[in-house]
């Protein structure tokens, strides 16, 4: 195992335990923890941020530090789609039976669907933006990652079946408990490119090239 992947799973980790530790200090019972702000998200995505810096193999640190902040940007965007997703795909009861009335059946069931897109749409998204900066995915991270994507879901399920977690072993609580971040950060993270050797990375991991004779 390579040490940018090592990292990149390390990464994972480090944002499921910010965002449950934030979650419990919140309190888990209920529904609170729909109704205020996690920090653990954006601290989350400043740490990928900073992994996808140091192992990014793009020349110069300039070039590095745009595609970076392209990434921020893009998913900022992209986590409003996200977040509209999520709300119709779990919303139930009084609120859902208003916004059926509202909408429409087709609509609603519409957008009660979308999450079906969004999920693998995310790590095509992210391959664009690799392109965009010259780093196009092999074809075979590229399958994995949107695969991962499609799997966390279940995988995590099973995995909160196994620990018989509290609260329930659905989609929701894969969420709420923390578990699906992991495969979610590294589904994005193997699409990067590895370094090649002799490739300067400013995170202090050189490879260096023996020199001919």
């Not at 300039?62 to 595609?67: E, T």
């Not at 965007?77 to 997703?85: K, T, Y």
């Not at 795909?89 to 208003?98: D, E, I, K």
């Amino acid at each position: 195992m390579t040490r940018q992947l090592k990292l990149l799973i390390g990464t994972g980790i480090a944002a499921a335990i910010l965002w449950r530790v934030e979650l419990e200090l919140h309190g888990w019972d209920g529904l609170i923890w729909i109704g205020y702000f996690h920090w653990a998200i954006p601290v989350g995505a400043v740490l990928f941020l900073g992994w996808l810096f140091s192992f990014s193999p793009i020349v110069g640190k300039i070039r590095r530090g745009a595609f970076v902040l392209t990434t921020a940007i893009v998913s900022i965007i992209w986590f409003q789609v996200v977040m509209f997703a999520l709300y119709y795909h779990f919303n139930t009861g009084p609120s859902a039976f208003v916004e059926v009335l509202s909408l429409g059946d087709k609509t609603y069931t519409l957008y009660a669907n979308t999450i079906h897109a969004v999920v693998p749409a995310t790590p095509l998204i992210f391959a664009g933006l690799l392109c965009v900066f010259g780093l196009t995915p092999k074809a075979k991270d590229l399958t994995l990652g949107v695969l991962v994507y499609i799997l966390a879901c279940p995988v995590s399920i099973v995995i909160l079946a196994v620990l018989d977690h509290r609260g329930g072993v659905d989609a929701i609580h894969t969420i709420k408990s923390g578990v699906i971040i992991p495969f979610l950060v590294i589904g994005l993270g193997i699409l990067v490119p590895k370094k090649e050797k002799g490739q300067h990375s400013p995170a202090g991991d050189v490879l260096k090239t023996a020199p001919e004779e």
